[in-house]
């Protein structure tokens, strides 16, 4: 190459390697000092893709988490209020059991009276309990549901027995015979409304139906304007809520006691029937047969779905509902709509008390395993979130995280590379000026 001083090719040569060397230590120096090996699109556009998409879902993982977490929280309140009220309805059963003893005066049932209220008033105050602003055991977060009615289920008589079957002759599920005689009496009572009804009369030739005729209701109807008798011998017991066919446990036959009105307002919460010869002595056998009858239709009012949603995915509808019911003494059939409670003044008050504290216990038991299974259910969707959050996090740190053992290698390479260039362009700026020899 002749001897140029208009154009040095070897300096122009020399820069651009200094300009390539400057532009890879500029990389280098970025992915160390950020710790990633792809710091935007420019570096890698499909990989930079993947990993702002996997962004996303970590971080909306850790936000289900969140929620999950506070949806945790939020049933733990619910499950405070309703084991509150659980507990009260275990002493309240200890104390209709010690009012139905006539160890005690009147007196001391007006006392015993006086706590029970004051319980009852607690109960009320426990669906009251909030989270966030949120009520939600007062029944503003029931499921979807239709208008239900009480059914009693007595699953303990005689498959065969009817509306029509005789006092005298019924008989127990495996058949035999309840040894009620005509000369016996029988005693029935039921609470409706926070007031209990009751009467006694001689058996005599009594059917189920007449039993249910010679009744006291509001003094001057009969328990039949309250209650139907189902006696069909099959297992169809009645509907819920969501029109669901309800059937005994064995879909056996079963005797069932039907509100004739339905809703909270037209529930029975509670039914007892007892047996005592023309003595007076307490025909055990056939009150255990006759006495249990158990609630397998809950009553309740028309909902539209008001459940609790807890989102707790990254895509829609990843969610679960929580429906949780009326909590109330109302709803629990402790208290009627005018406010008055359920009575103990008496011994036979305070006996069928028993069944109705005995129902109140079952419906806060079936929430409370209701919202304690919904908690077991979120501590496993957290623990899911949490795993699949740290295998995205993973994945996502294998497509962008930097190896600074290579990067390091990397920029040092480039640092000594840039060194070296700055000096040749050095030498080759140099170069021209050998031409001056030649013009002295």
Request: aromatic share 2%; proline share 0%.
């Amino acid at each position: 190459m002749g001897m140029v001083v208009k154009n040095n090719m070897s300096a122009v040569s020399t820069l651009n390697t200094l300009n390539k060397n400057s532009s890879a230590l500029a990389k280098s120096l970025q992915k160390v000092s950020s710790g990633m090996k792809i710091n935007s699109a420019a570096d890698d556009a499909s990989g930079y893709a993947i990993s702002e998409r996997m962004r996303v879902q970590i971080r909306g993982l850790d936000q289900a988490n969140s929620n999950t977490q506070s949806g945790s929280s939020m049933m733990k309140v619910a499950e405070g209020a309703v084991s509150s009220t659980v507990d009260i309805l275990k002493t309240l059963k200890e104390k209709v059991i010690n009012a139905a003893n006539d160890t005690n005066t009147d007196s001391d049932r007006a006392t015993i009276q006086k706590e029970l209220d004051q319980s009852i008033d607690q109960i009320d105050d426990n669906a009251n309990v909030t989270y966030n602003g949120k009520y939600l055991v007062d029944g503003s977060h029931n499921s979807k549901t239709n208008t239900t009615t009480t059914a009693l289920t007595n699953e303990s008589l005689d498959a065969a027995t009817k509306a029509g079957s005789a006092l005298t002759a019924l008989k127990n599920r495996n058949g035999e015979d309840l040894n009620i005689h005509s000369t016996d009496n029988v005693t029935i009572s039921y609470v409706k409304e926070g007031k209990t009804y009751t009467t006694t009369f001689q058996v005599g030739a009594s059917t189920l139906t007449d039993a249910l005729n010679k009744t006291a209701y509001n003094g001057t109807e009969k328990l039949e304007k309250a209650l139907s008798l189902n006696t069909t011998v099959t297992s169809k017991i009645g509907t819920d809520g969501s029109g669901n066919t309800v059937y005994t446990a064995d879909h056996g036959c079963a005797l069932t006691l039907t509100a004739k009105t339905g809703g909270v307002a037209g529930q029975i919460s509670g039914f007892t029937i007892s047996i005592t010869n023309n003595k007076g002595a307490i025909n055990k056998s056939a009150n255990a047969v006759l006495d249990a009858f158990s609630e397998s239709i809950r009553a309740q009012n028309k909902s539209e779905d008001n459940s609790l949603v807890l989102q707790v995915g990254t895509k829609a509808n990843q969610a679960i509902k929580v429906g949780l019911t009326d909590m109330r003494s109302q709803a629990l059939g402790l208290k009627g709509a005018d406010g008055e409670t359920l009575n103990v003044s008496t011994q036979k008050k305070a006996n069928a008390a028993i069944n109705v504290l005995d129902n109140a216990l079952q419906k806060a038991l079936d929430q409370q395993t209701t919202i304690g299974s919904v908690e077991s259910r979120l501590e496993y969707t957290s623990s899911n979130l949490t795993t699949a959050s740290e295998n995205v996090q993973s994945s996502e740190s294998t497509i962008r995280d930097a190896n600074m053992a290579k990067e390091m290698t990397e920029y040092t390479k480039n640092n000594v590379l840039m060194q070296a260039a700055q000096s040749m362009l050095a030498q080759a700026n140099q170069s021209s000026s050998s031409v001056l020899s030649l013009l002295q």
